[in-house]
């Protein structure tokens, strides 16, 4: 079956360091692959998204390649701020048959920005 | 706003009790999906409808149930609450069925089963 694993948290970084969030992926199709991130409170927001092979997804300054080779795709942003604390979800969307596509979604990592 | 609504936004409930949660996807969206969000289990999928039919059930308990609506809305039934049920519950929506259709979620309702 479909899996995502992400790299535990909590993750603490001072504001303008660099991010890198690590996730691998087991499908068994060709599947779509997604960042979400879940501020304190609220639902799951689309970050970013790459849908084939070597597509870089990219949105307010966090990117992620797809990585077929590595059946990877890692979260990175140059310098974070205190705005981006938050949960980050990966995760994949494959065909499960009789046309499903859910998201498989890793276990989130939480990371928090200090001044 | 995600144009995906879920109300209620918080629940209380005791063990064995029934509750229904409901959402109403993005205009024009088809697809509904439910998942469920616990602290041990992290996001599970638990089951999706296409325009009124069931299309795919992942980890739904049997004591749980779901059914989409003509007008698209989409109601999840938890029925015999137990304790472990307590969990913040999403839907989203997706206008179709492909990898390349965006999912929307709604901002969740928070069960808790006293």
């Known amino acids: 079956g479909n899996s995502v694993t992400q790299m535990e948290g909590p993750v603490t970084l001072s504001e303008e360091a660099f991010l890198t969030i690590n996730c691998t992926y087991t499908?068994?199709?060709?599947?779509?692959l997604f960042w979400y991130v879940q501020y304190p409170g609220e639902g799951l927001q689309l970050l970013l998204k790459a849908t084939k092979a070597d597509d870089k997804g990219s949105n307010k300054g966090f990117e992620a390649t797809y990585r077929k080779e590595t059946t990877s795709f890692h979260l990175e942003k140059g310098s974070v701020q205190v705005s981006d604390s938050a949960v980050y979800f990966c995760a994949l969307s494959d065909n499960s048959g009789a046309g499903s596509y859910q998201l498989t979604f890793g276990k989130g990592t939480k990371l928090s920005v200090i001044p | 706003d995600s144009g995906v609504t879920q109300t209620p936004k918080h629940l209380i409930t005791a063990t064995g009790q029934r509750v229904t949660l409901r959402c109403s996807p993005r205009?024009?969206?088809?697809?509904v999906y439910w998942y469920q969000q616990s602290l041990d289990q992290g996001l599970q999928f638990l089951i999706q409808y296409y325009n009124g039919e069931e299309r795919a059930k992942g980890n739904i308990l049997e004591r749980f149930s779901a059914q989409q609506f003509p007008d698209l809305h989409s109601e999840l039934n938890l029925s015999s609450l137990e304790l472990g049920d307590s969990a913040l519950y999403f839907c989203?929506?997706?206008?179709?069925?492909?990898?390349?259709?965006?999912?929307?979620f709604g901002s969740g309702t928070r069960l808790t089963v006293v």
């Open positions: 989203a929506s997706s206008a179709g069925q492909g990898n390349n259709y965006g999912y929307t």
């Open positions: 499908a068994t199709g060709y599947p779509s």
């Open positions: 205009s024009g969206d088809l697809s």
